[in-house]
């Protein structure tokens, strides 16, 4: 059956002498690997189409009982230049399409997930600094979409605020919510023996305005060192928690070591 969609390149990888086989995260069947014939050949009809990073419209080959696709065709609908000229837009984008192959199965549908990927890469294109509170972000907003919304503004036990709660906030990871001190003294949480790790106030805010903020307005989004490794910290362990398939970003620990030295 040839079907029709729009894609983005997940990644690609050499196959046999002249093509290649390409994972892509497409609108209408999720993540489906694919080979694209004679990808290699120097007048290949694909031409840049299957970089990774690209969205594309696609038309595929497609056979329910068979787990590699074959394209028929590939073309660039978005290339996001600015991604691909800019070492450390490149290395978040990389990061969020790492997460998104390890945390989907082959083809489950999920046009929120497309949605959300194709909206973050568009504003990655367009950000001008403070590129990791994207990554951040898609894991928070990818956890959401898979019912994992985590709740940053208020206890997650009796409702009140926790805006001017210090030094620490207790973050029950298991339950993706924060305590507040008098519900923390009371050990009320231990009627749910489970996974916490502590977090300051800013800490809260700043996942919180990750969660939901416009995506545009995130590479105005700046923060001092400490803060950023408790985001950090905080979003692997919740990740870890959440998702059985995570396992450490390889993009990601290339970023961390490259922006080490800027926190
Ligand atoms: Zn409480």
């Not at 690609?12 to 990808?39: E, L, N, P, Q």
């Not at 050990?187 to 919180?208: E, F, M, N, V």
Request: net charge positive.
């Amino acid at each position: 059956m040839i079907v029709r969609t729009d894609a983005v390149v997940l990644k690609s990888m050499r196959f046999r002498d002249t093509s290649k086989i390409v994972t892509f995260y497409t609108r209408r069947f999720g993540k489906v690997a694919a080979v694209a014939k004679g990808a290699r050949e120097t007048k290949s009809k694909f031409g840049a189409a299957l970089e990774p990073m690209t969205e594309v419209h696609l038309v595929l080959y497609k056979k329910a009982q068979r787990d590699l696709q074959l394209v028929s065709q590939c073309d660039i609908v978005k290339p996001f230049k600015n991604i691909h000229a800019g070492m450390e837009r490149m290395q978040t984008a990389l990061s969020v399409l790492e997460l998104l192959h390890q945390l989907t199965h082959d083809e489950e549908e999920n046009p929120a997930v497309y949605a959300l990927l194709t909206e973050t890469l568009e504003a990655i294109d367009q950000a001008d600094r403070n590129f990791q509170n994207y990554l951040y972000a898609f894991e928070l907003r990818f956890s959401a979409l898979f019912g994992f919304r985590p709740v940053f503004e208020h206890c997650f036990v009796c409702g009140r605020g926790v805006a001017d709660e210090n030094p620490r906030i207790m973050f029950r990871i298991d339950r993706g919510g924060l305590l507040c001190s008098r519900c923390a003294d009371r050990r009320i949480g231990d009627r749910w023996a489970g996974i916490s790790t502590s977090i300051g106030s800013p800490t809260a805010r700043i996942l919180q305005r990750l969660l939901t903020a416009r995506l545009d307005s995130l590479s105005a989004l700046a923060y001092g060192g400490p803060v950023w490794n408790e985001v950090d910290e905080t979003l692997r362990s919740y990740l870890r928690y959440h998702f059985e398939g995570w396992r450490p970003l390889k993009s990601a620990e290339v970023f961390r070591a490259m922006t080490a030295d800027g926190h």
